[in-house]
């Protein structure tokens, strides 16, 4: 049976799950898989995601394809006819499109299979708390661990046709970053008899902002982004409580243990001149995307002779993802997909072109294609 990529990408984008909850997901993919012949894959759960061994002709080897599932606490404002029937709930970070072209390569190498054994990867949370690590360390993964293991990232801002990579360092080290304050409410008239937590808060987000611009080398690169404040519960009332989330990004991880150092010693400057109690939660870390040099080399050179894809060399992001787990234990690389959408990843507007899908299922199944052809080498 044929499978339209644009319907799956449309229903998959309107049921985004946080991590962890990606029941629906799971089962939407699970009923495509059902109608594959049953003597070509094999299938095992973990949680609520997925390991699909996709059986090779002659196996030597497991290539591994990695695709995330999850959405984002984002209430989505496209105005498209497919949007999320989930409040509160997106996939604005394109893992919609990730989780189709998984499903395409998948269901390409099915049809024509490859000598070795591919194993694809559908894993949940990478937006929080992290599925990736769990998974690298579950006897499910172990029972089929790839030789060698890939993935993309949709990319707003380059045109379709484009792949963007390079070797080496591709993604920061992240870390979540949560911070409460407990003072002590009263009465707006009165706030001489209070520890007043919109002020210390407000403070204190702007003394986190000194950080990046007076402790680290301006040789370095740091972000320290704060994306959410809450604080008090009504105009004629002193905050008792406030809490701030956001994260924080290095390309050295020493550089994130010096920011840490300095987030702790400024929480303390406000816990003392706002007599007030403070508490910090890194929530979850993310290892750095780091591509191995020759695989990367070489997917560069195989992708670039394919007609209709341009391959770009590009910098390093700051964006964060669990899959640098993987990669610190398997050999591998992520590369970026041109998906042209005017609004960037995490955007309440973004909307991927879906003529990337195409791209993305091309480019993954000619690169598997490709690597089975070379026997037992993983390396080139
Ligand atoms: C590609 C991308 O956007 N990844 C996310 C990963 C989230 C990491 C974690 N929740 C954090 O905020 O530190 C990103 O925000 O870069």
Redesign the pocket.
Known sequence: MEWDWVQIRRDLHQIPELGFQEWKTQAYLLDKLETLPKNRIEIQRWKTGLIVKVNGLDPKKRIGYRTDIDGLPIEEDTGLSYRSVHPGKMHA?GHDIHMTIALGALYEIVNEPVADDVVFIFQPA???PGGAKPMLESSSFQKWQPDLLFAL?IAPEYPVGTVAVKEGLL?AN???LFIDLVGKGGHAAYPHKSNDMVIALTQLVNQLQTIVSRNIDPLDHAVVSIGKIRAGSVQNSIAEEARLEG???TFQPETMALIKERIESIVKGIEYGFRCEATIDY??N?YQVFNDEMLTKQFIELTTSLEDVTVQICTEA?????FGYFLKEIPGFMFWLGANSRYG??HRKLTPDEACIDTGIHVVTNYIRRKSEEGMQIRP
Do not use: A, K
Not at 318 to 322: A, Y
């Open positions: 970070c990478e937006e929080g990232h993604f992240t870390s979540e994260t924080i990004r929530g979850s993310y700051m964006t964060g993802e669990d990843l995490h």
